[in-house]
């Protein structure tokens, strides 16, 4: 059975405003909520607003981490380092990019330490690539950084909004084992883009999924409700033989129903994927 993660946040209320964020005062409780779903893993959330209390950013709080991973069995697996979207790589000056190339390697040094494989850079938004001019600094930034990420054992998945040849050219730049894809369905989705297309294009590539549905040129919506062709996309994953994990990056539940919501959108991603092992069998005889 596949590994099934949720993204941080997912199994508290919202904190204000913000729908997703980490979770500055109840991140110890989604390790034992995350084992009542039924999940097995959780995406770290590393961004501005939590960085000055999140555990990763002390070896105590690194140990409390993993305590609490190994109480629940829930493990810890990604990184999704919000915080470069927060403060964009492609829009700063000299001085700020350095800081934040300087940051970027400080965090995965600490991925490493905690014992977190991958993490997951997105440049969607306000951190979106626009244009060669920015692919370019961003393929030097990454080409600088990515000898230690091969040393620490942490691999860099980028996620993006870029159009299938985009994406692939760009990765082709980069032909590097340790730098893979994030595929989000639900950008996908929004974006319009052809998943068939996508995999076809830069599939092999792919190390790490996020599983959200979205309107097609709008927000997120409950799993099977919105255009994401999540039953395409499991199929040519499953052609592709990809291993990896499926994170649950979901519209929120009413608070305080965060645990049943994630359960149940735990067993939609369960009964897809199943659908998806039949119908490959299928296709094989």
């Not at 939590?50 to 070896?59: E, H, I």
């Not at 990809?242 to 645990?259: K, S």
């Amino acid at each position: 059975m596949p590994r099934t993660a949720i993204m941080q946040g997912r199994l508290l209320p919202p904190e204000g405003d913000r729908f997703q964020c980490f979770p500055r005062a109840g991140w110890r409780q989604e390790f034992p909520n995350a084992a009542a779903a039924g999940l097995d893993a959780i995406e770290w959330i590393y961004d501005l607003y939590g960085a000055d209390v999140n555990p990763l950013a002390t070896d105590e709080g690194i140990a409390e981490m993993r305590s609490l991973s190994e109480r629940h069995g829930i493990a810890v697996v990604s990184v999704c380092a919000d915080y470069f979207m927060d403060r964009p790589f492609v829009t700063a000056h000299t001085l700020e990019f350095a800081e934040l190339r300087e940051h970027l390697l400080w965090l995965i040094e600490r991925c490493r330490i905690a014992g977190i494989g991958r993490m997951v850079l997105p440049f969607v938004d306000a951190s979106r690539i626009r244009g060669a001019e920015e692919g370019d600094r961003v393929i030097r930034l990454l080409a600088g950084v990515l000898p230690s990420a091969t040393a620490s054992g942490v691999e860099l998945h980028l996620e993006t909004d870029l159009n299938p040849a985009a994406f692939a050219a760009l990765l082709a730049a980069l032909p590097h084992p340790m730098l893979k894809a994030n595929y989000d369905s639900g950008n996908s989705s929004s974006l319009g883009y052809d998943v068939r297309r996508e995999l076809g294009t830069y599939g092999s590539r792919i190390g790490s999924v996020h599983i959200k549905d979205r309107l097609r040129g709008g927000g997120t919506v409950p799993l099977g409700t919105g255009d994401a062709e999540i039953p395409a996309l499991l199929a040519g994953l499953a052609d592709l033989n990809y291993a990896g994990a499926y994170v649950l990056q979901v519209a929120r539940a009413v608070p305080g129903e965060e645990i049943a919501w994630a359960h149940n959108n735990r067993q939609y991603l369960l009964h897809q994927l199943e659908q998806a092992k039949l119908a490959a069998c299928e296709s094989a005889r």
